[in-house]
């Protein structure tokens, strides 16, 4: 899959389109990861909107940094909320502040209207849990929900009985790569398809942002000696682990595998790889 594949394009000519139909525009983050994960280009395209951050995945994240993220954002004049989609207390706080931002979007309106249904747009980078948020508020699933890049490729409104009517919109990634320790934490995520990335190199920009922002993790799970260079320690995670070649080589590309892969399980615990203080 190339950078910013055809349909990409095409979905974002529609959200432009499809815009001037909704009231309020909700951009999927994953918590994990609030900076890399947002979109550049939808506050560029909501800025006449109500615009709101739903960061999603908080029970993977770091709860300490998810709290920093939601200040910042919302001194950055965001209206930002952080849920867990399999928490229904969540789903329903959500609801009740949607339900406020529609009484003022009604209150607002020249033309009062009894049965007014305000429309919200669900917008959000590929694999941020875009889908999991959808089926949650309406409670069935009625959106298709996986960990490849490219699930949704079509618009479609999704009524939640709730007077809200919501338009999920396949993901889409920034146009550019200009940032590239972004482009790399998208590749964690599995945002952005891996399948020509090899999984060594993807581990060993983890394993040196572990070492520094978590500093024991890496010891505690796999019995590896932190102090090392990252190179190093991902051998030792293939020892661990039996990540070898015929001859006992190190199998580099299974070891980083099998430490992404645990990133993102929430196998390695809450972690958030992105620091307000580092960013701001």
């Not at 940094?65 to 849920?83: C, H, N, P, V, Y």
């Amino acid at each position: 899959m190339s950078w910013y594949p055809g349909h990409m394009k095409k979905a974002l000519d529609e959200i432009k389109e499809k815009i001037k139909l909704v009231d309020v525009v909700v951009e999927v983050i994953d918590a994990r990861m609030p900076y890399s994960t947002k979109n550049p280009y939808v506050a560029k395209i909501a800025e006449n909107k109500e615009h709101i951050l739903l960061m999603t995945k908080k029970d993977l994240a770091d709860k300490e940094e998810t709290a920093k993220w939601l200040k910042q954002f919302r001194e950055d004049g965001f209206s930002a909320f952080a849920i867990n989609t399999f928490d229904k207390r969540d789903i329903s706080s959500f609801k009740r502040f949607l339900k406020d931002v529609k009484q003022d979007i009604l209150e607002n309106k020249k033309s009062k209207r009894e049965n007014f249904e305000m429309k919200v747009m669900v917008v959000g980078m590929p694999n941020v849990g875009k889908s999991s948020f959808l089926n949650a508020f309406k409670g069935t699933k009625s959106t298709k929900v996986g960990n490849t890049p490219g699930v949704t490729r079509n618009m479609q409104w999704v009524r939640t009985g709730e007077d809200i009517l919501l338009l999920d919109t396949p993901g889409i990634l920034m146009m550019s790569r200009s940032e590239e320790n972004r482009v790399t934490n998208l590749e964690v995520l599995n945002s952005i398809d891996t399948s020509e990335v090899d999984a060594a190199e993807t581990a060993l920009l983890m394993i040196k942002i572990l070492q520094t922002r978590y500093p024991g993790l890496l010891n505690n799970r796999y019995g590896v000696d932190e102090s090392e260079e990252p190179l190093a320690v991902l051998e030792g995670i293939a020892k661990r682990r039996g990540a070898l070649i015929k001859g006992g080589e190190y199998d580099y590309s299974r070891a980083g595998s099998i430490l992404v892969d645990e990133f993102r399980k929430g196998v390695l615990g809450n972690l958030t790889l992105e620091s307000v203080d580092e960013i701001y």
